[in-house]
């Protein structure tokens, strides 16, 4: 999909007279005028909290397979040359090497993996200063700029990580971090981010007024020097905005929440910070019992965090896990202001979300599923979706009575909408699902927000998988069985069972995901799993893991997800 | 000859011919039935139209991959040679240059007497096969029935261009028609010369041995050249010699060494598309005509700085360092060449602009600008001229403490240390500028200022003012230099309130700082006792410390919580509420 962008100059801090120094954000021009003029109450707590929503932003722990082509290119000059030399000098060089051998130094392997070090710490820093500087890097590193939507009681900044696995959120309290604001007009644009602009953040101060500025006229920019007229293409990639959409409509369905103290949350990313499973599972798992502190364990290691200070008073649950665990080290930066942070959960597999809580602000990291958030495992979502289609009279009246207030809890939307709760939510994932609403998990209300200029449909997201959803498919068909379950060495499951008239072989990991498989099909038979499984894999996958949908009716789907939620 | 080519392409080509049309080029070159092509370029190459002649030159650019088209190529060279048509003529010596591809080979090679074997590497001709013929069909076995390839008739002789016979032929006809002209027009030689280099493009010689392919170019510019043996129809290096060593060595020198060749020369070193034909009018231009290039205007030669090439740009700061005109340069110019010239070309127009522009020609301002630059020559240059000023006036000193800003790496801890020797002085000392430099972004500028801060005579060493500035930094650099330098002496009081977030962001720090945390809990353990109010402030930061996973930071704070609650048992009460896991026995007094 392509997004167009337009830009009056850059953003940045722009000094006034007196001291006083301002924020502008340039707004995007393409879309509808937003504007936010006022003084920074705490501009160190913004500082903080807005430099945790960058490196959100920048986060991609995707695996990167090291570029081989130019060491591959020099060893075919070096086989080459090296034949050459071998049969003319081998005899003589041996001889030599072996009369002359050197006393190699002992200082020499310190030296040298000290040099070795210096070297990559050098090269890694020079990659990072080519990412900063080049802006078609800069557009790998940050797919799209941030989003800011201005409303009656906060300002909050969202932005979406490359890997299309991160997804934060700031939100402000507009009366208790800013001033009053000269020029209001509310709504949600598009502003321009740059590497520049987070240095800029850098210099925040409380002895010097800052104001933040969302500066929605060009013309005025340009008068004051504002700078000149960009327009942008930007083509986000392949399933960035599916992973975006389907992110925003986890968000609304009912979750179980779990409230970690900052020591517990401390605690657990200097552990990460200081290791890294190098083999599965790979897990973070929640132990809850209700009226007792949470305990967070990590997987492989087994490092249990107990959080003190807090309980869950929600019902009893088996262990869930979620993966990626990493990515939580996004929060770090705002360790010193953290008040506490609550995990809402989806189940295991699924995605979860943290709410920094910082007093006037806070910060909400959500988490896909897996860090790869490719379409196979995206699966796991795809059983909370609503059944069926929602009717269009109800998406419009849900968008009518959104846009009109901006901000309804779910009781209040129902009671308008005059429909059941199951009914209600479908529609609310509906309209997140497209990027109109967001759901705002610590105020409890749902807000209207256009992510994108216009609505976005299946057009715009991009079509799934076809072996996606034919296994879905099959397993609403409930044409899936499974024959025998054996857990084999290292934790693997091994299901053997039938999918749709196939008989289909399966080897699943500690983490659920696809190691090996067999199937009769053709899509099996060309290329086995390297082109992603095959329907009937990803059935039987499916129904192994209890991800298997069963729901007649949205009141059935919702009354389901409220009972899994059950606080 | 592929029989099957539509008999309507050369029907079209010649209609868009007549009209002068653009894709008179593309059409003509999908036909493939030569006779009827050799019937059409009997009629183009007569036609003496500017545009007509435009096509020529255009079509023998292009790739030779045409089927049947050899009789329109042969018949526009020799009617160029007819009309001594030198830009065709030219056209066609470079297209038989391209046509000659040799390619290095290795063979093992064994000698038998004395057993012993080695590699050697030749040239080895290629000839690919034009494009002809249509892919495999598919048909039935009549035998089993099943599906089978039938592979496509072989291709016939006109399916490459021209036979090596020719090929070669061809290269020694189109040299002859330039060695004759020398002979024949001297005054016309080095313009028809100049025509056929300007025709060679970098891809002709993507390999260094193809320039050995390149029989008129290598007769023309380097036939004197002792690396080089030329023999009757190929080119080969003469012992011991490498393509290496070559420099420009043409045959018929004297006819390069005139005015008229020299501004050739100088227009061929500007606009010639290949590096090989530059470089060697480079070395043309030093070789013969080192006066004329002297006297050259030196915006010219400043122009050439700014170029691109590497080549030209070494070639332009080669010659002005002997140019007497470059101190009238208007100082505009030189910021302008800066900003112009190419990154790599940086230290040398440095060095240039150094040995002719004095410093006092710029004003302060223009020289911390250049020192806030990001290439490192333009920053050094910058830096060195704002150190030959003389500081004296508050705004001097505001623009000197604008290199807290520095963006260059390698000057930057020079930088700060200049700039802090004033702005830092006990006479002038300033904290709001000194405080920028603690706020900058360059870690090396933070670094040398924290040396400053951390010397004997330092005026801001007990300046509280600047000390709350020093809290507030978002860089964990500075605040664990902080914890590091409590433990060596205390801060002024009216800005220890703001160290409990630096001890919080030490403490809760998961990138670096192990020792520091260490340090930092003990320092809290201390504040609490000084001052048992804080408790509501300070129990929660060193609880973390407590329920780290951490067992140094575990311990540290255990410790830290026991010596407290030892000398102040009156906080037993907030620690119980920050801590009510912590289960505190009391020690059992000795027997």
Known sequence: ?567 | MAKDAPAHDLLLAEEYYSAEDSRFIPALRKVTDSNRLAQFADRWKHDQRIWSRTQKVEYLRGEPNCVGHQPVVKRLFKQAEEDSDHTVVAACAALFDRLVRHVKRTRYRYHWPSRTSWTEDYLATTSPKLPYGSRPRKARNPFTGEPIDVPPPPAPKDAIYFSYRTRYYLQRRAWRYFRRLAFRAPQQYVDAAVLLLREYRDADFERGERILDCWTLLQLAFREHPALRFGRERIRLAEGGSLGQLTAAPRFRKLWQTTAAFDQLIELMDNAPSRLVRVWAMQLLAQDHSERIASLPAAKLLALLTSEDEDLWQFAARCLKDNPHLHNIPLEAWLELIDQAPPTALPAVCEVIESNLSAERLSLQQCVELALREPTSIAQLGLRWSRSKSIQSEDDYELVARLADVRCVAIAEEAADWALGLVGSRAEYDRDHVSRFFDSLSPGVRRRTWAWLECDECPGADDPVLFCRLLETPFDDLRLRVVDLLERRNLPGEARPGLVPVWTSVLLGVHRGGRQKLKATRQLADELIRHPERANDLLPVLAAAVRSVRQPEARAGVAAIVSSLTTNPQLAGAVARNLPELEIIPAEAPA
């Open chain 1, 1 to 567: 999909m392509n997004l167009d962008v337009a830009y009056q100059g850059h953003s940045g801090l722009v000094s006034a007279a007196g001291g006083a120094r301002s924020l502008r954000l340039a707004a995007n021009l393409q879309r509808e005028a937003v504007a936010f003029d006022a003084s920074l109450r705490t501009p160190l707590r913004f500082r903080e909290a807005i430099s945790a929503l960058h490196d959100v932003v920048i986060s991609d722990l995707r695996f990167k397979p090291r570029d081989r082509e130019a060491y591959d290119a020099w060893k075919r000059a070096e086989r080459s040359r090296e034949m050459q030399v071998q049969r003319t000098e081998y005899e003589r060089l041996k001889k030599e090497i072996l009369d002359n051998k050197p006393e190699i130094a002992p200082e020499f392997e310190k030296k040298y993996n000290a040099l070795r070090r210096r070297y990559w710490q050098l090269r890694s820093k020079y990659s990072m200063q080519l990412m900063r500087r080049n802006p078609e890097m800069w557009r790998l590193l940050m797919p799209c700029d941030p989003v800011v939507t201005v409303a009656d009681d906060v300002v909050f900044f969202e932005c979406f990580s490359a890997d299309q696995s991160s997804y934060g959120c700031l939100t402000v309290n507009r009366d208790d971090a800013f001033g009053s604001s000269s020029s209001l007009q509310l709504g949600t644009t598009n502003v321009d981010y740059s590497w520049a602009l987070y240095d800029h953040f850098q210099t925040l101060r409380s002895y010097r007024e800052t104001r933040l500025k969302v500066d929605p006229d060009g013309v005025a920019a340009t008068t004051t020097g504002g700078g000149e007229h960009r327009e942008e293409k930007i083509d986000l990639p392949d399933g960035w905005l599916r992973g975006f959409m389907q992110l925003q409509s986890a968000m609304t369905l009912p979750m179980r929440r779990v409230t970690l103290s900052r020591d517990a949350v401390y605690s657990i990313l200097a552990w990460l910070k200081r290791h890294k499973a190098h083999k599965s599972p790979r897990a973070m798992r929640f132990s809850l019992s209700p009226g007792q502190a949470p305990e967070v364990i990590l997987e492989p290691w087994q490092q249990r965090f107990t959080s003190y200070g807090t309980t869950y008073d929600g019902s009893p649950t088996e262990p869930i896990r979620i993966w990626g665990a990493r990515r939580v080290l996004s929060l770090a930066r705002l360790l010193p202001l953290m008040e506490s942070c609550d995990v809402y959960l989806l189940g295991t597999g699924m995605p979860s979300f943290w709410v920094a809580r910082m007093g006037e602000m806070r910060l909400t990291l959500g988490l896909s599923g897996w860090t790869v958030n490719d379409w196979s495992s995206g699966s796991a979502l795809e059983a909370l979706l609503p059944p069926g289609e929602v009717g269009s009279g109800r998406l419009q009246s849900a968008t009518n009575l959104l846009r009109k207030d901006r901000a309804l809890s779910f009781d209040a939307l129902q009671a308008a909408m005059v429909c059941n709760p199951g009914d209600c939510a479908a529609t609310l994932n509906q309209l997140a699902l497209s990027g109109q609403v967001i759901h705002d998990l610590a105020a409890g209300v749902y807000r209207w927000r256009q992510v994108m200029p216009m609505p976005v449909g299946p057009a715009e997201i991009g079509s799934e998988s076809p072996e996606l959803v034919a296994s879905r498919r099959i397993l609403q068909q409930r044409h899936t069985a499974i024959i025998s379950r054996t857990i084999g060495p290292s934790s693997l499951d091994i299901v053997v069972g039938n999918a749709d008239g196939k008989s289909v072989k399966l080897v699943l990991d500690a983490d659920g995901a696809i190691k090996r498989g067999i199937c009769d099909c053709s899509h099996h038979r060309r290329a086995g799993i390297r082109r992603g499984p095959c329907r009937h894999l990803l059935a039987l996958r499916a129904m192994a893991l209890g991800q298997a949908p069963e729901d007649k009716s949205t009141t059935e789907w919702y009354n389901r997800l409220l009972r899994l939620s059950k606080n």
